[in-house]
């Protein structure tokens, strides 16, 4: 026996996962720290193999490029190379969104500027053989880029933003290579990208929905839905910090359903479960947007 969901409950439930995967502003505090600190992590392991990589290719740069073309590019990728090093090294404050949305942007970012200087560098060196492998090896690099947001939970206007110096290197890229590109090529390049671009955002979608799922299934109290206790105390903390730290009041409410024993001793403890699920149904649908229902133990709840 469990509490009826209506329609109008459904569809704000709808709405609400759509926003959720739309923008982070409806992201509950579990959600934005677990997020925030897996992109972190996957920003730095991906920084560390980047920094490695870019290094190691210098040798494959001077195998397939005359000098000193591939000393200038040596340059650009030491230069690369060292800020994927620091990325990897860096000390980020844990569960702060600057933090991730700082991380993501630079592992974003410097590979982009390397491919911007590295086409820019084209324009002043011959490269007449190598014009093949230039265009396989650095033209299409943004389309590996674009891939690597999969790798991250994000929103679509996270996904949106971060794709935006993709899509700027491809252009200069295209420009810098007029000679190898047609008209409709160029064009067909461009909607290629936009195309792996877009299925790396809904993968992104997909993965912040499943982090999401499992985020909110382990905070939440399996009967009522309410937050665990356990959350509950560090929500409390965090909220009496923050009303200190900026002088806003702050109210806490503490809920005791009366006489609940006798609930369960004469109707059985089915009966019982209903009327908990009944009442923090009933406590949600007076809450504020920004308000909190903990189940504190048994039957009592805390607001």
């Known amino acids: 026996m469990g509490a009826k969901v209506t329609y109008k409950e ?29 992109i972190v992590s996957r920003v730095q392991w991906a920084a560390g193999a980047l920094s490695v990589v870019t290094f190691a290719w210098i040798v494959i740069d001077a195998c397939t490029m005359s000098w000193p073309l591939w000393g200038v590019l040596a340059i650009e990728r030491l230069f690369a190379a060292s800020a ?28 982009a500027s390397f491919l911007l200087a590295a086409h820019i560098t084209f324009q002043h060196f011959p490269y007449f053989d190598q014009s093949v492998f230039v265009s396989t090896a650095y033209l299409y690099a943004p389309f590996l880029i674009a891939v690597s947001l999969s790798v991250f939970p994000l929103t679509a206007v996270e996904s949106a933003l971060l794709s935006i110096p993709i899509f700027a290197v491809a252009t200069a890229s295209i420009a810098s290579t007029s000679d190898s590109f047609g008209h409709v090529s160029a064009l067909a390049t461009l909607l290629r990208l936009f195309l792996v671009a877009g299925i790396s955002s809904i993968a992104s979608m997909s993965q912040l929905r499943f982090l999401m799922v499992l985020t909110e299934q382990s905070i939440r109290d399996r009967m009522t839905s309410a937050l665990t206790r356990s959350v509950g105390e560090q929500r409390i903390n965090l909220q009496f910090s923050l009303a200190v730290q900026r002088q806003h009041p702050m109210a806490v409410l503490f809920i005791d359903l009366d006489k609940f024993k006798s609930i369960n001793d004469q109707y059985g403890h089915e009966a019982g479960d209903a009327v908990l699920q009944h009442a923090a149904q009933s406590f949600r649908h007076t809450l504020g947007r920004y308000d909190s229902l903990v189940r504190w133990g048994g039957e009592e709840f805390v607001v």
Do not use: D, Q
């Open 10 to 38: 459904l569809t704000t439930a709808t709405e609400t996962n759509f926003l959720s995967i739309l923008s982070s502003s409806r992201h509950s505090i579990e959600v934005s720290r677990e997020r925030h600190n897996l």
């Open 84 to 111: 994927f090093w620091m990325l990897m090294s860096y000390r980020f404050k844990v569960g702060r969104p600057g933090s991730a949305y700082f991380a993501v942007g630079a592992l974003i970012l410097i590979p």
